[in-house]
């Protein structure tokens, strides 16, 4: 399993990293400086408006899905035709509630118009999430990578040709970011049930409103957790947005930060989606999880934590790089939310293993109690701080939800053996904030600076062990 799982793990970062980097750095930062803070803001904050109410499409179906495909692969069979009833009268039910919603926002003509749009998205995205749940639960892992990686892909291709292909006479307008993605989504979706069809041996689809009843009550405590994560992490750009009176053009500066801290944050993310099916069957096999869970620790943890302690030290240069039109004060909300990558880092191990030992109603208190202070500090905050205020609630929510998680784990699971691992992270951290303080000092250039950072970070990681390239590659070359 462990030899399965470093090959999974390296190719799915190897391709997301060229891929979603490419997406992030080249295709979406492009469409926000040519389409401009204010109209970028207008998209980001109804784009995050439609994310809110995404627990109406999903119920927590596919973590459940997920959870009990890995454990039995023959269940996919029993579940899918009832799942798929379920999820397209959820959409209906998302629909009228998100346009109610909107509605009493007081939200205009224009904004309806493309939320419409942007929910369609949401639906088709949702639908994908459970037929790839179907497929990483039987162990299809490298399927599994390359579709989640698929429509990006293809935005790549669409996007490109809007921008710079030459193929419209009017300049580029933010409603085509948006078909470009529908289209994406969709083309993905519809392969994704193609393969779950033909490896599930789906011959039919069957109905049963005893297993409908079962499988909606079973995901609730799997929907709370997706609601409260959601809310936490998408309610601050709605909230600039409606809060403060210039509030589109502070959603875009917001935007500004959060990119790049979406984009890292991506990679603890799919780190979580491969680990549930891993850790769902080695629970229900009776197996030490530990030996996973410290080769996740390394290969996720360590690399993200010489980035971060790089990344904070040349906030301004790094988005003087990226935008046309840095706004000053995106320096300190970046800052804040690069470090906020290292408790997203642990709550997608540590959650992880929650989830997948049934430990469902504990993690929803965590998280909601999370939500509960994310909003009540974004209140306080934003009137304020404006977007720093955005970004030091989220840094606060995240570590929250970091150290409640591990505290859990070590009570409910398995004993944590943590001390010497923390001080020799703290370690590398601070040798590495060093080396760049020590380079801004002497004017060097950034990109020398940096480089140097990452360098001395890895001589460190590799003198302790954090890292153990020479092991893993003994493993995957390992005949199975």
């Keep these: 399993m462990k030899r399965k799982f470093i090959i999974n793990i390296v190719f799915l970062v190897g391709i ?6 490419f997406w992030v750095l080249g295709i979406d930062r492009s469409v926000q400086n040519i389409a401009g803070e204010e ?3 207008f998209y980001f904050s109804l784009f995050s408006f439609s994310v809110l109410f995404t627990l109406l499409l999903d119920l927590g179906i596919a973590g459940f899905n997920n959870r009990a495909v890995s454990s039995d692969p023959s269940k996919v069979r029993l ?4 799942i798929l009833v379920i999820r397209l009268s959820a959409a209906v039910v998302y629909f009228i509630f998100t346009l109610l919603a909107a509605w009493i926002m007081n939200y205009s003509g224009r904004q309806i118009s493309l939320l419409v749009i942007l929910m369609l998205n949401q639906i088709i995205a949702s639908v994908t999430a459970w037929l790839r749940s179907n497929i990483s639960g039987m162990q299809h892992f490298f399927i599994d990578s390359l579709l ?3 429509d990006r892909l293809v935005m790549i291709i669409l996007c490109s040709l809007l921008l710079w292909g030459g193929v419209t006479s009017t300049p580029f307008r933010i409603e085509w970011f948006v078909y470009s993605q529908t289209a994406a989504y969709l083309f993905v979706m519809l392969i994704s049930f193609a393969i779950v069809v033909k490896i599930g041996h789906i011959g039919g689809l069957n109905f049963s409103a005893r297993v409908m009843s079962d499988i909606i009550k079973a995901g609730i405590p799997f929907a709370l957790v997706a609601l409260f994560m959601t809310l936490y992490w998408r309610m601050d750009s709605v909230m600039l947005e409606r809060m403060l009176s210039d509030g589109k053009m502070q959603a875009g500066a917001y935007a500004q930060s959060f990119r790049l801290f979406d984009a890292c944050a991506m990679i603890p993310v799919m780190f979580g989606g491969m680990l549930l099916p891993v850790f769902s069957r080695e629970i229900s096999s009776d197996h030490d999880l530990k030996p996973i869970v410290s080769i996740a620790s390394k290969m996720l943890i360590t690399p993200l934590g010489i980035i971060v302690a790089a990344l904070v030290v040349w906030p301004g240069e790094i ?3 990226l935008y046309t039109s840095p706004v000053e004060d995106s320096v300190n909300s970046f800052r804040l939310l690069m470090i906020a990558i290292l408790p997203v880092s642990l709550i997608y191990i540590y959650s992880t293993i929650l989830t997948a030992g049934g430990k469902m109603t504990l993690l929803a208190a965590i998280t909601g109690t999370a939500m509960v202070i994310n909003f009540g500090m974004n209140v306080l905050l934003i009137p304020r701080l404006n977007i720093t205020g955005s970004a030091i609630s989220a840094l606060v929510t995240q570590s929250i939800v970091a150290v ?3 505290i859990i784990v070590n009570r409910k699971m398995f004993r944590l053996k943590m001390a010497r691992r923390t001080l020799l992270f703290m370690g590398m951290l601070l040798v590495t904030l060093l080396t760049g303080l020590i380079c801004r000092i002497l004017e060097s250039s950034w990109v020398l600076g940096m480089a140097l950072q990452i360098g001395v ?8 062990r954090m890292v153990e390239p020479l092991k893993a590659i003994r493993l995957i070359s390992e005949k199975p």
């Design 319 to 321: 988005l003087d790089l």
């Design 39 to 41: 109209e970028y803001g």
């Design 404 to 406: 409640s998680c591990l």
């Design 148 to 150: 989640s990686v698929a």
């Design 79 to 82: 579940y899918f035709g009832n």
């Design 16 to 21: 997301s990293i060229i891929v979603k980097a």
């Design 457 to 464: 970070g890895m001589i460190w990681a590799l003198c302790f």
